[in-house]
């Protein structure tokens, strides 16, 4: 298209049309941690944008708006978090907020902590209470066998220890 049939305020704004972050809607369970988390997003957050209110070139507008969605969604997910204290979890079942170690049918063990979803971490040993192999694990016991559904197939894991720290 010929520039001729651009107006100026058209190319000033191209890329400001940020979309929101989609919220979950499932309940928002989080840990202490997971509260820390979304508090210090918002406060990481909110002094990014201080410190770009100043500049107002188009990058500068794009980060703002980007910034100010993310703030929405952290504070929508503040105003929706379910604190549950792992100290009131029975440390005979997995549930919310458990670490737990499992053990499959060749010896390898594995640590998991079943968090809130924002909380969730896979390289930490983080997973979402939403996610297969939570749901798979929570209500079991010390002893039990569940069924991890893999891609690559699936795969029988032991409960070998659950326990509830922060």
């Given amino acids: 298209m010929s520039r001729a049939f651009v107006k100026e305020n058209d190319l000033e704004h191209a890329g400001i049309d940020i979309p929101e972050k989609p919220i979950s809607t499932h309940p928002n369970y989080v840990t202490p941690n997971g509260l820390h988390e979304i508090n210090q997003s918002i406060k990481i957050l909110e002094t990014e944008l201080e410190g770009i209110k100043k500049n107002d070139d188009a990058t500068a507008k794009q980060k703002k708006f980007r910034i100010e969605r993310d ?33 499959n049918t060749e010896g390898k063990v594995f640590y998991f902590k079943i968090v809130g979803e924002d909380e969730a971490n896979i390289s930490l040993g983080k997973i979402s209470y939403i996610s297969p192999l939570a749901k798979a694990l929570i209500g079991a016991k010390i002893g039990d066998e569940v069924i991890w559904n893999k891609p690559s197939g699936d795969e029988i894991l032991i409960i070998n220890k659950i326990s509830y720290f922060e």
Wanted: hydrophobic share 50%; glycine share 0%; net charge positive.
């Fill in 71 to 103: 703030l929405r969604y952290f504070f929508a997910r503040l105003k929706s978090a379910i604190l549950v204290d792992p100290q009131t979890q029975p440390n005979k079942q997995v549930l919310f907020a458990a670490h737990v170690e499992v053990e």
